[in-house]
C-alpha cells in the first residue's frame, strides 16, 4: 500500500513541476499539461477512496488479515472508476466544442451529405446461385 500511494505522490508531483518547466509553451499545451494532471490526479484520489473503502470492509471480517485482497481490489475498483469518469468527462467536453461550432450547423450537414453521397456509398454486393441471390 505504502507503494502505491508513493508511486501516485510521484507522478503527482512530476506532473506538477513539469507545469512550471512548460512556462514557455503555448497556452494550449498548458492546457493540456493541466487538464493531463488534474486527470491523473482524479483516477489517484479515486483509487485511494476505493483503497479505502476496501479497508473499512476489514472491520466487519473475523480475521482481518486474511483479507488484505479487499483493500487492492477497492483500489483497482476506484482506478476503473477514476478512468470511466475521466473518458466520459473528456468526451463531453469535445462533444460541447463540436456542438457549440456554429459555421458547420444541421441544415448544412445534411445539405453535404446529399452531395456527397455517391463518394461514400458502395454499389450493392451481389453472389449466390441462380436459386438464392444474397444483395447487400
Known amino acids: 500500500m505504502k507503494k502505491f500511494l508513493c508511486a501516485i505522490l510521484t507522478v503527482t508531483l512530476f506532473l506538477s513541476s513539469a507545469t512550471f518547466n512548460l512556462s514557455l509553451a503555448q497556452e494550449t499545451e498548458d492546457d493540456i499539461v493541466k487538464n493531463t494532471q488534474q486527470d491523473i490526479t482524479l483516477?489517484?484520489?479515486?483509487?485511494?477512496?476505493?483503497?479505502?473503502?476496501?479497508?473499512?470492509?476489514l472491520s466487519f471480517m473475523d480475521k482481518p488479515s486474511r483479507h488484505i485482497a479487499n483493500i487492492w481490489?477497492?483500489?483497482?475498483l476506484g482506478?476503473?472508476?477514476?478512468?470511466?469518469?475521466?473518458?466520459?468527462i473528456s468526451a463531453q467536453k469535445n462533444s460541447e466544442e463540436?456542438?457549440?461550432s456554429s459555421h458547420?450547423?444541421?441544415?448544412?450537414r445534411v445539405a453535404w451529405h446529399q452531395q456527397n453521397v455517391e463518394?461514400?456509398?458502395?454499389?450493392?454486393?451481389q453472389f449466390g446461385t441462380s436459386v438464392f441471390q444474397f444483395r447487400f
Do not use: M, R, W
Request: net charge neutral.
Open 43 to 57: 483516477v489517484g484520489v479515486a483509487g485511494a477512496g476505493g483503497a479505502i473503502l476496501g479497508l473499512s470492509t
Open 98 to 100: 463540436l456542438q457549440a
Open 119 to 125: 463518394k461514400f456509398s458502395h454499389p450493392p454486393v
Open 79 to 88: 482506478i476503473i472508476a477514476g478512468v470511466i469518469f475521466v473518458a466520459y
Open 104 to 108: 458547420f450547423n444541421s441544415s448544412e
Open 73 to 76: 481490489t477497492g483500489a483497482a
